[in-house]
C-alpha cells in the first residue's frame, strides 16, 4: 500500500512530489493559441445542465468558462485523489477525467480491481490532505523547467514559453489551466461512491461533501 502520509505534519513536512504521468486535469484535445498557458480544450459537465460541453480557447477564456462549468472544490480533489494514486499503487494519473456537479470519475490505466481496504485507504489519504488544511496556489514556470520536472507528454504544441502550475502544499504540483480551492478543506470529505475495472481500465467515481 505504500508509505503513510506523516499525518497532521503533512502541512510542514515536505513530501516528495511524484510525477510519473501528465499532470492533466481533463482530456487535452486541441493548440490553444500561444501564451501563457497549458492550453488546449476541457470537456466538463455545465452547472445544473447535466450535458457534456467541449471549452476551449486561451488560457484566461477557458479558465473562466471551465469555472462556470466546473466546481473548484472538485477539480481540486481531482488533483488529491491523482497523487495519492500515484502513490499508492506507482501508476500515472489520470488519462481521462470527468468533473460533474454532484460526481466526477476518474479512469486509470490499471491491472486489477480495488479491493475494499484499498479504496478505504484510498478515501483515508485523500481526506487526510484535505483536512491539513494545505494552500493551494498557482505559479508559472518556464517551458524547460516544466519538461524537467513534469511529463509534457499532453501539452499541446504552441503554448508558449511558459506553462501554469497548481500546488497543493508540498503534496502535488500540475500544469493545469482550471480555477481551484484556496486551501484543501474547501473542498470536504472525500468518498468514492463506487469503482470498476474493465480491459485494462480502472475507473474512480466520488462525491464531496461538507466536513
Given at each position: ?92 494519473r489520470s488519462f481521462s477525467t470527468h468533473l460533474g456537479d454532484k460526481k466526477s470519475k476518474l479512469d486509470y490505466h ?102
Amino acid at each position: 500500500m505504500g508509505d503513510r502520509l506523516p499525518g497532521k505534519a503533512i502541512s510542514v513536512i515536505p513530501v516528495p512530489l511524484v510525477f510519473p504521468a501528465a499532470c492533466v486535469a481533463t482530456k487535452i484535445e486541441r493548440d490553444d493559441p500561444p501564451g501563457v498557458a497549458y492550453g488546449g480544450s476541457y470537456r466538463a459537465t455545465g452547472a445544473g445542465s447535466g450535458k457534456q460541453q467541449l471549452v476551449t480557447g486561451s488560457r484566461e477564456t477557458m479558465a473562466e468558462q471551465i469555472g462556470k462549468r466546473v466546481d473548484p472544490r472538485m477539480h481540486s480533489a481531482e488533483h488529491i485523489a491523482n497523487q495519492t494514486m500515484v502513490r499508492m499503487f506507482h501508476c500515472g494519473r489520470s488519462f481521462s477525467t470527468h468533473l460533474g456537479d454532484k460526481k466526477s470519475k476518474l479512469d486509470y490505466h490499471f491491472e486489477r480491481p480495488l479491493t475494499d481496504a484499498e479504496i478505504k485507504e484510498l478515501e483515508r489519504r485523500v481526506n487526510e490532505v484535505v483536512e491539513a488544511d494545505l494552500p493551494v496556489t498557482e505559479g508559472v514556470v518556464s517551458r524547460e523547467a516544466g519538461e524537467r520536472d513534469f511529463d509534457l507528454e499532453r501539452l499541446p504544441e504552441g503554448v508558449g514559453d511558459t506553462i501554469r502550475i497548481i500546488r497543493i502544499g508540498d503534496y502535488d504540483a500540475c500544469p493545469c489551466i482550471g480555477l481551484h480551492v484556496k486551501t484543501t478543506r474547501e473542498i470536504g470529505r472525500f468518498r468514492v461512491v463506487s469503482t470498476s475495472f474493465e480491459d485494462g481500465v480502472l475507473r474512480v467515481r466520488y462525491k464531496l461533501s461538507i466536513l
